[in-house]
């Protein structure tokens, strides 16, 4: 039996669509249990599915800047996060937990 190759899983390369980053987005904020960092590693899938140049020139930061902030290891701002939501076409919304 022949050695089986496998390779890197990178969900950027499966969001093609508005709608699939909406999802992608919502499935990640549902799971977050309260942690900024996976929705932040979340937005930065996203980002890099939309092109983290053009995300961080429309959302008004510098390409390091937004790397840093997206990477999973910190949690950044609400600010940064609203920022870079615009930026990729996106809207947050609330809804009741019951």
Do not use: W
């Not at 089986?4 to 990178?10: I, N």
């Not at 996976?38 to 020139?57: C, D, E, H, P, T």
């Not at 870079?84 to 809207?91: F, S």
Request: charged share 25%; net charge positive; aromatic share 6%.
């Amino acid at each position: 039996m022949g050695k089986t190759k496998t390779t890197r899983y990178d969900v950027a390369e499966y969001l093609g669509t508005p709608q699939e980053m909406a999802a992608y987005l919502e499935a990640c904020l549902e799971e977050a249990n309260g942690h900024a960092a996976f929705v932040a590693k979340a937005l930065g899938n996203i980002a890099r599915a939309k092109g983290m140049s053009q995300v961080a020139r429309d959302a008004g930061l510098s390409r390091e800047s937004l790397y840093k902030a997206l990477s999973g290891e910190r949690s950044p701002g609400f600010d940064t996060i609203l920022k870079v939501v615009g930026a990729l076409g996106l809207k947050l919304h609330a809804e009741a937990s019951q």
